[in-house]
C-alpha cells in the first residue's frame, strides 16, 4: 500500500507548506491497493496492457470496494485542509439568492422556473397569462421526486393546447430517462410511466401524441454497456408503450447513434434527423397532413449539419453548414427540398451563427470571438436592426411562437450574473425585467480579452477575470480552463463557484481552443483526430502565456477541465506536468482506445477516430491517451480526478483507470487523488447541495496545494505570496 507524505498545519498559519515545513506535522496519506490484471490487447501487432480493466465492471463487488476505500481515502485528505468549511460556507453563502428563469406561455397559463435560493432542483411556478405574476402557484416540484434530491427533471415538453405535459426524470444522474404524462389543469398522471428513454427530445403532434427516442436496453450494465442503435418512436396518447411505433430506427447495417424527430409549429411537418456522430446528420421530412406520406429526404449523408428552423407553409427555411463552414439560412419547398434548389435567405459570413426564430421575425446570434452580437430579420430577410445588448457578453433565448409579441433572453458574462430582459419584438426595446439579488459586487472584478500564438502560430483568443487592480507578480492563484472539442463553444458566463474562486484573489481564464465552435466548422475541424494534439497545443501556449505575462507561475497556475475537457486536462498533465501545480480532470475520456466500447461513446469518433480505424490514427490516439501516459518516475502535479458513479455517458472506469495509474506511477509528494460523487451522472441534474461540497473540495485542494494555509483573502498583506 502506498503512503504519501503531505505537509499539515500546526502553528503557523501564515508560512505555506514550501516555505516554513519546521512548522508542520507530516500526515500520511494510505492509498488502497490496486490490484492489476494482465489483459493485454493486440492493435496492428502492438500489444497494449490493461493492467486495470476489471474496473471497467461497475456491477462487481471488487470495483465497489475500490470506490469505497479511494473515497475514503481522499475525504480523509481533504477533511484536513484546514479552510474547506470556510469555502463552504461561503459558497454557500452566496448560492443563496433568489434565481428565477425567463418566463414562456403555455395555453392560458405563463411558467417559469425558480430557484429559491439553495433547492436542490428548480421548481416550475406558473401563472394565469394576464394575471399579477405574483399570484403565481408551484406547478411542478423535482425537489419531491426523491429525499436527497439527486431524482432531478430532464426535460419538459406541452401539448399544443397547454393542457398536457410530458416531462423526463433522471434517476442518479444516469442519462436514461423516464417520462410521465401529466394533466396540466389538474396536475394528475394520466397515463402509465414510459421507462428506458435516452437521448431524445419529446415533440408533440396536436394533443394527440410525442415522438421520441431511445435505444433498445442493453445486455449488461445499463450504466456502461453500449448503446449504438437509436430508434424514434411515436406514443399515441392512450396507448401502452409496448405499441409505441418505431418511425425510424437504426439497423445492424447502417448504425445511426442518434437519431430525433420534431414537428413544426403548425403540425403539418416531421423531421427526422439521424446522425452516426456528433457531428453531421441527415435530414427527412414527412408531411403530416397526406395519409401515409413518406418520408423525404432533404439530404442523404453526414457530412453537413442541417435543420429545419421555420416554415411558412411548404416553404422550408433551412439552417446549414453544407458549403458554408459558419452557417447559413436557405430556403426550399418542401416538393423539392435537396440542396440543388436551396436559395440563400440569410447568407454566411465571417462569423459563426445561431439563429432562431419568435413573433414572426428570425433572429441571428453571430459569435464574434466567443462573444454575442444580435440581428432581427422580417421573413423577407429584410435586416430590421441589430439588437442592442446591455454589454459585451452572452446573450440567449431569442426563441417564441409566432404569435407573440415580447420574448424574454437572457445576458451574462464572466462578472455580471445572469439577468433577464424584455424585447419588444415590434419596437426592438429591451428592458431589465429581472435582476439576481446576489452577495456579490461585480464593479470590483474585469475580464480582459487576449489573444496568444499556439505553438503552429495560430491566434487563440482568452478571456482572464479577476479583481481589479491585480498585481502581475507571478504569484496569482490561477484556474486556467479548456473544452476544445465537438463544436461547442465557450462564451462568457458568470459562475457563483468561479465568484468565490476570484473573491480569494484568484484568476480564472478561459481559452477558446480549436476544436471548439467559436469560429465554426473550420475551426472545429481543426481539433478533430490527426489534429487533436492542436487543442492540446492551444492550451499548453495559454498556460505559458499566463505565465510570460506574470499573471501566474507554475507554483499556482492549476488547470481543469470536464468531459472532453478533462482529456485536455489529462493529456496536457502527462505532456507538461511540470507546467501546473494542480490538475483538475472531471469526468474525463481519458482511455482512448477503449473510449468507444462504452455505451454512446462510438458517438464520439469524428472528433476522435478510433483505435480500430487503422494503425496510424491508433498510433495518435495511444500518443497523447492520459491512461496510456502516465510514466514510472514523473512528478506530476497535485492531482484530484472527480467523476460520478451514475456517469453513463463517460464512464467512471475513465477515471477509476487514470487515477491508478497515477497512484503507482507518481513520483514525489504530490497528491494523486480521486472523488467519486455517488449517485451522481455526468453533471446535469447534479443537487446543488453536492455542487457546492464538490466546488469546496476542489477549490481547497487546489488553494491548499499552492501552499495556502489559510484563504488568501484572510491572509495578513505581510504574508501574501
Not at 355 to 372: L, N, R, W
Not at 704 to 709: A, E, L, Q, T
Request: charged share 25%; net charge negative.
Amino acid at each position: 500500500m502506498k503512503k504519501l507524505a503531505i505537509c499539515f498545519l500546526t502553528l503557523s498559519i501564515f508560512m505555506s507548506c514550501k516555505e516554513e515545513k519546521k512548522e508542520r506535522q507530516v500526515i500520511t496519506v494510505d492509498y488502497p491497493s490496486t490490484n492489476t490484471v494482465d489483459t493485454i490487447n493486440t492493435y496492428f501487432g502492438t500489444e497494449v496492457k490493461d493492467s486495470y480493466r476489471w474496473l471497467e465492471d461497475d456491477r462487481s463487488e471488487e470495483t465497489m470496494s475500490w470506490v469505497k476505500n479511494q473515497n475514503k481515502a481522499t475525504y480523509g485528505y481533504l477533511d484536513n485542509i484546514p479552510f474547506r468549511n470556510e469555502l463552504k460556507e461561503r459558497l454557500t453563502k452566496l448560492w443563496n439568492y433568489e434565481k428565477i428563469g425567463s418566463p414562456f406561455k403555455e395555453g392560458d397559463y405563463t411558467y417559469f422556473y425558480k430557484n429559491s435560493g439553495l433547492q436542490n432542483q428548480y421548481v416550475i411556478y406558473r401563472y394565469k397569462t394576464g394575471e399579477d405574476p405574483k399570484t403565481a402557484t408551484v406547478f411542478l416540484d423535482p425537489n419531491g421526486f426523491s429525499s436527497d434530491g439527486t431524482t432531478s427533471l430532464g426535460g419538459t415538453s406541452f401539448s399544443k393546447d397547454g393542457k398536457k405535459l410530458a416531462y423526463a426524470i433522471s434517476e442518479g444522474g444516469s442519462d436514461w430517462r423516464k417520462i410521465l404524462i401529466m394533466d396540466t389543469e389538474t396536475k394528475e398522471i394520466i397515463e402509465d410511466t414510459i421507462v428506458d428513454v435516452k437521448f431524445s427530445g419529446m415533440s408533440w403532434y396536436k394533443n394527440e401524441g410525442f415522438y421520441y427516442s431511445s435505444y433498445d436496453k442493453p445486455k449488461g450494465s445499463e450504466l456502461s454497456a453500449k448503446t449504438d442503435q437509436h430508434k424514434v418512436y411515436y406514443h399515441k396518447l392512450g396507448t401502452p408503450q409496448k405499441e409505441d411505433k418505431i418511425i425510424y430506427g437504426s439497423t445492424p447495417e447502417e448504425k445511426h447513434r442518434y437519431i430525433y424527430g420534431s414537428v413544426t409549429e403548425d403540425d403539418r411537418y416531421l423531421l427526422i434527423s439521424p446522425r452516426v456522430s456528433t457531428s453531421g446528420n441527415k435530414l427527412y421530412i414527412k408531411d403530416l397532413t397526406v395519409p401515409n406520406a413518406p418520408l423525404v429526404e432533404i439530404i442523404g449523408n453526414t457530412d453537413s449539419d442541417t435543420y429545419l428552423l421555420e416554415n411558412v407553409n411548404s416553404k422550408l427555411f433551412l439552417a446549414t453548414n453544407l458549403n458554408a463552414p459558419n452557417q447559413k439560412i436557405v430556403t426550399v419547398d418542401a416538393s423539392n427540398p435537396t440542396p440543388e434548389h436551396w436559395i440563400d435567405f440569410i447568407p454566411e459570413t465571417k462569423n459563426v451563427l445561431s439563429p432562431s426564430t419568435a413573433g414572426g421575425y428570425f433572429f441571428t446570434e453571430y459569435m464574434v470571438d466567443a462573444v454575442s452580437q444580435i440581428f432581427q430579420y422580417d421573413y423577407n430577410g429584410k435586416l430590421v436592426r441589430e439588437v442592442k445588448l446591455p454589454s459585451i457578453g452572452s446573450a440567449g433565448g431569442f426563441g417564441a411562437k409566432k404569435e407573440e409579441k415580447e420574448l424574454y433572453y437572457s445576458f451574462t458574462n464572466y462578472v455580471t450574473p445572469g439577468s433577464i430582459y424584455k424585447y419588444d419584438i415590434e419596437k426592438g426595446i429591451s428592458t431589465l425585467f429581472r435582476k439576481p439579488d446576489i452577495d456579490f459586487n461585480s464593479d470590483n472584478y474585469e475580464s480582459t480579452q487576449v489573444f496568444y500564438p499556439s505553438k503552429d502560430g495560430t491566434k487563440i483568443p482568452m478571456i482572464i477575470t479577476h479583481k481589479k487592480g491585480l498585481e502581475l507578480n507571478g504569484k496569482n492563484p490561477t484556474i486556467l480552463y479548456g473544452y476544445g472539442g465537438f463544436n461547442v463553444s465557450l462564451a462568457p458566463s458568470f459562475s457563483i463557484t468561479n465568484a468565490v474562486w476570484m473573491e480569494q484573489g484568484g484568476i480564472y481564464a478561459v481559452a477558446n481552443l480549436r476544436g471548439g465552435g467559436e469560429y465554426g466548422k473550420e475551426w472545429h475541424d481543426a481539433g478533430t483526430q490527426l489534429k487533436k494534439q492542436n487543442v492540446f497545443d492551444d492550451f499548453i501556449a495559454a498556460a505559458e502565456y499566463l505565465i510570460g505575462q506574470k499573471y501566474t507561475s507554475s507554483d499556482y497556475l492549476a488547470i481543469k477541465g470536464g468531459s472532453n475537457g478533462g482529456l485536455l486536462v489529462g493529456a496536457t498533465m502527462t505532456q507538461r506536468p511540470d507546467l501546473m501545480k494542480v490538475a483538475l480532470p472531471a469526468v474525463g475520456v481519458l482511455d482512448m482506445l477503449r473510449y468507444h466500447t462504452f455505451t454512446a461513446g462510438a458517438g464520439w469518433a469524428y472528433d476522435y477516430g478510433t483505435a480500430e480505424d487503422n494503425k496510424e490514427m491508433f498510433e495518435y490516439l495511444k500518443n497523447y491517451s492520459p491512461v496510456h501516459n502516465v510514466k514510472e518516475g514523473v512528478q506530476y502535479p497535485a492531482t484530484l480526478v472527480t467523476t460520478g458513479d451514475h456517469d453513463d455517458r463517460v464512464v467512471p472506469a475513465h477515471s477509476f483507470k487514470f487515477a491508478a495509474e497515477l497512484q503507482a506511477k507518481q513520483s514525489g509528494a504530490n497528491p494523486t487523488l480521486i472523488r467519486i460523487e455517488t449517485d451522481a451522472g455526468h453533471g446535469a441534474g447534479t443537487p446543488v447541495s453536492k455542487t457546492i461540497e464538490q466546488a469546496a473540495d476542489i477549490f481547497g485542494f487546489t488553494l491548499f496545494n499552492m501552499g495556502y494555509d489559510v484563504l488568501p483573502s484572510k491572509m495578513k498583506d505581510e504574508f501574501k505570496n
